[in-house]
């Protein structure tokens, strides 16, 4: 056992001993082999697993954030409950409970915050508890689908909030952009969807402004204080849009994780093809090896591209499922190169005559 570790660590740098491991069983092989797949994913996968919702808070948010917060205080100062229950099958669900004319633009259907400094309108929140799933995401497609010029601005093109039966949708958009008719609706600089699977049961937006996360409650606000009451009222949007994001992520998460797994055993099988093609030359020492022997030698030749794929993935994340077909390919192209290469023909005696 010691003996096949020590040739397993020669292995991560030296072509001929992951060769020699063609000769040890089968099955240290295919641990190899699913440990290599395994340690190439991880940086895509901890990338994922580190996504939260609250990310899009992250983005340039041109005002966003004071328009969730108008959103909360205005529900607050009208009596309207905008909340998460339940339905007959225990599915989470959004509801509405109120006058909501009383929040809504006059003669409109929606929330409208506009910044008072640039006039730009900053935020549309549309509350449809009572549309379908598909409906919502047509209405959504609708707004991305709106069109802008130069000639004529379309001021309808503006971030949103559509808060639906089950699921919530945002995006993102330059309101300057927006005015001077070079942002057309799918234009956004920012998108987010969630669910309320996640989101505790009886979640209020309205109380947003008046709770902070721990159930206490949030001094009004004055100028004094209104650093810390916005950061309070913004770890609330914060929290719901994390919870709503969650099940997505952990579906995104297993996706992900499964494709690139899939991905990379298949790219490990393909090298391993390679081996066995280029060593078919009657030139070629190698060209008694079996398709096993090339198997064999196409794990062992896997474990060093999956380190280094490992460590420069965290380095890299945007180039992490990339990392690891470049550095298994270049890794077969040198073996193939020095290794498994045929030998050089003798030199021709000239004939005599």
Same mark, same amino acid.
């Given at each position: 056992?010691? +003996? ?76 309207? +409950? ?15 409970? @109120? +006058? ?212 420069? @993935? ?40």
């Amino acid at each position: 056992m010691k +003996d096949t570790f020590k040739l397993i660590f020669s292995s991560l740098f030296k072509n001929d001993a992951a060769i020699e491991g063609r000769k040890k069983p089968w099955f240290i092989a295919l641990i190899i082999f699913l440990l290599s797949t395994v340690l190439a994913v991880i940086p895509m996968t901890v990338s994922v697993a580190r996504t939260t919702g609250a990310d899009f808070f992250n983005s340039t948010l041109y005002s966003y954030e004071v328009g969730v917060q108008k959103f909360s205080e205005t529900l607050d100062e009208q009596g309207v +409950d905008v909340a998460i229950g339940t339905n007959t099958e225990g599915l989470h669900i959004l509801t509405l409970a @109120g +006058d909501w004319s009383t929040v809504a633009k006059a003669g409109e259907d929606y929330f409208e915050y506009v910044n008072p400094t640039t006039t730009h309108t900053v935020l549309r929140v549309y509350v449809q508890d009572t549309k379908t799933t598909t409906e919502t995401e047509e209405f959504v497609t609708a707004l991305l689908a709106l069109e802008n010029s130069e000639e004529t601005p379309n001021l309808e093109i503006t971030s949103f909030l559509v808060l639906g039966h089950r699921a919530m949708y945002s995006y993102l958009y330059n309101p300057a952009g927006v005015a001077d008719g070079t942002v057309a609706g799918s234009g956004y600089t920012a998108s987010y969807k969630g669910n309320y699977t996640n989101v505790e049961v009886g979640t209020n937006l309205r109380n947003f402004a008046k709770y902070d996360v721990s159930g206490d409650v949030i001094p009004a606000p004055t100028e004094a204080n209104y650093a810390a009451y916005q950061a309070k009222v913004m770890a609330n949007w914060e929290k719901l849009y994390d919870n709503a994001y969650s099940e997505i992520k952990d579906t995104m998460l297993w996706t992900t994780s499964g494709i690139m797994l899939g991905v990379d055993a298949i790219i490990g099988i393909f090298m391993m093809l390679m081996i066995f093609i280029l060593t078919r030359g009657k030139n070629n020492p190698n060209h008694t090896f079996t398709f096993l022997d090339s198997i064999k030698i196409g794990a062992w030749a896997m474990l060093s591209p999956a380190l280094i794929s490992l460590i420069l @993935g965290f380095l890299f994340t945007s180039y992490a499922s990339m990392i690891f077909v470049m550095t298994i390919g270049l890794r077969i192209m040198w073996m193939s190169m020095k290794s498994l290469r045929p030998m050089p023909a003798a030199p021709q005696q000239p004939v005599r005559k």
